[in-house]
Each structure stands twice: as structure tokens, then as C-alpha cells.
């Protein structure tokens, strides 16, 4: 049988490891006007193209908590697929605009990673992440630790529901 990818546990994380997202996710107009309004930001900047086009941007900015949740979501099958939970964000800093159209990439190092001191099954892992644009820019950068299971966590066990059905179709080896 061929082995599924699972995602990291804590034994998998080394300092100094860089990790980049297999995919890109390109933000819509509609994602950051339904992301604001979803959230009651009322600052125009995100939605009203008029008020946008009068300012030094030219056109609406993506608000940048949508920013952020893209690119700590490109980061999750990298770092935190088998985390119990964050345990905070620091240091965000937004260098750069994002505009719809632009396709987002999340790249991150591991700062840190350290066995639970409560909890026996799991370990702390500190990473920082970085969303860079199509056109090589850095447009988000933030730090942040999760708590994350060892692989041999009860917890942790393979999820997939096993059946002993044989196939009935294609032929060949099941």
C-alpha cells in the first residue's frame, strides 16, 4: 500500500527548515468584497471602486485580514495540518498592497519546535510565514506558534475508513 501524505507532526519540524506552499491562490474581487462585508469592515477602501480610485491605489485594496487568512491557509498542509491549536500571531507586518487579481504563495520557516510541557502528546512548534505575490513581492509576513500532535498521539491515528470491499473495476492488482 502506498503511504498518504499526513501532514507534520512534531517530529518532523527541524529549525531552519523552509517549507512553500504546492499552490497559489489568486484573490477576487469577490472574495475581498464578500470577506469585508462578512467581517463589518465599513472602511470603503475595500469596496466602493470610486472612493479607491481617488486615492494613491488607484483601485480597492484587499482588506488585510483576508490577506492574512489566505496565506496562513496556504501554509496549513505545510505546517499546522495536524495542529491542536493556535497559540498566537505576532509581529504582522503588511510591506505591500494586495489587489484582486493578485495570486498570493506562502512560504515558512521553522523558528523553533519543543515538546508540550502540559501535554504529553503534542509538542510547540514556532514558525514564520511570508506571502509573496505572482511578481516575486512580499506582500504579508507574520510569526506564529501552534500546538501540534506527536505522531504517535491516539489522537493522531490515520482517519481514513479502511474497507475490506474489493474493487470491481479496472482489473489488476487491488
Known sequence: MT???????????RVGDVYRSRVGRTVT?????????????TNQMHFNRPLAERTEFGQPLVVSTLTLAIVLGLSVADTSEN??????W?????PRPVFAGDTLWAESGVLSARDSRSRPN???VGVRTRGINQQAVVVIEFTRSFL????????AREVFPVT????SVGGGPT
Do not use: H, S, Y
Open 3 to 13: 503511504e498518504q501524505w499526513r501532514g507534520r507532526f512534531l517530529e518532523d519540524f
Open 29 to 41: 474581487e469577490t472574495d475581498n468584497i464578500w470577506f469585508t462585508l462578512l467581517t463589518m469592515n
Open 83 to 88: 495542529a491542536v491549536a493556535n497559540l498566537g
Open 90 to 94: 505576532d509581529e504582522i507586518k503588511l
Open 122 to 124: 503534542c509538542g510547540v
Open 148 to 155: 501540534v500532535f506527536k505522531r504517535a498521539a491516539p489522537e
Open 164 to 167: 475490506e470491499a474489493p474493487w
